[in-house]
């Protein structure tokens, strides 16, 4: 079985572009969630995502949002990206509560 | 306000030592307890988790946690490293109402293993 799968692997961007991340999960997988990870600061919650519909949200400005297909498929997009965006993105499916499989992220560069 | 405090962000330890590694809570209700870990260049993997039942609680790679109430503590151990051990490690706890928890991290421990 595949596991969760994150394109791109790594991104470099300038100020003020947007982005858009993709995360495919497991198979049969409804529910998706979203990290944002920086070196100090560990794991900050984004949102998560069931059955296309956003079921949690962090703390995070509106440039932030996300999206989740009738596949469970989920995009995130950051518009006007802040050097302080910058970051590793992961992506985590789940079909159980407690218990997350994560991608290997996207490496997001902002210049 | 749900946290997660992990108070040692480097631990050092030598092949066949063992290792504690602390973590902290504060959540107002019964938590659900988390530890993964993250290899270089892996994903972050689920070594164990806490529900309810025994507080001690069985992982994968040898690894095992207490749950403290009193102590709102959920520390990590393992009787002895091995070096394939040499990781971060993340304490999270599941904040939320049924059907929408969400995951609130520490900020980690990295583990480095001496041979």
């Known amino acids: 079985k595949a596991g969760v799968t994150q394109t791109p692997r790594y991104l470099i961007k300038t100020r003020g572009q947007q982005v858009t991340l993709s995360c495919s999960p497991i198979s049969g997988h409804r529910s998706v969630s979203w990290y944002q990870q920086t070196p100090g600061q560990g794991l900050q919650f984004l949102f998560e995502y069931f059955s296309e519909t956003q079921r949690n949200k962090g703390n995070f400005p509106g440039r932030f949002s996300g999206r989740q297909f009738s596949n469970s498929r989920s995009e995130m997009n950051v518009s006007t990206l802040e050097l302080g965006d910058s970051a590793l993105y992961l992506c985590a499916s789940s079909l159980e509560y407690g218990k997350l499989f994560f991608g290997s992220g996207t490496q997001l560069s902002v210049l | 306000a749900q946290s997660v405090t992990q108070p040692d962000i480097h631990i050092t330890v030598s092949e066949g030592a063992s290792l504690e590694l602390r973590c902290n809570y504060s959540y107002g209700a019964t938590p659900y307890l988390f530890w993964y870990v993250q290899s270089p260049g892996q994903g972050l993997q689920l070594l164990l988790k806490?529900?309810?039942?025994?507080?001690l609680v069985q992982g994968i790679k040898g690894f095992e946690a207490e749950f403290k109430r009193s102590q709102s503590s959920f520390n990590l151990r393992k009787p002895s490293v091995h070096w394939s051990d040499a990781a971060e490690y993340f304490c999270a706890v599941g904040a939320g109402t049924s059907g929408t928890y969400k995951y609130i991290f520490g900020t980690g421990t990295r583990l480095k293993v001496l041979a």
């Open positions: 806490y529900f309810s039942g025994d507080t």
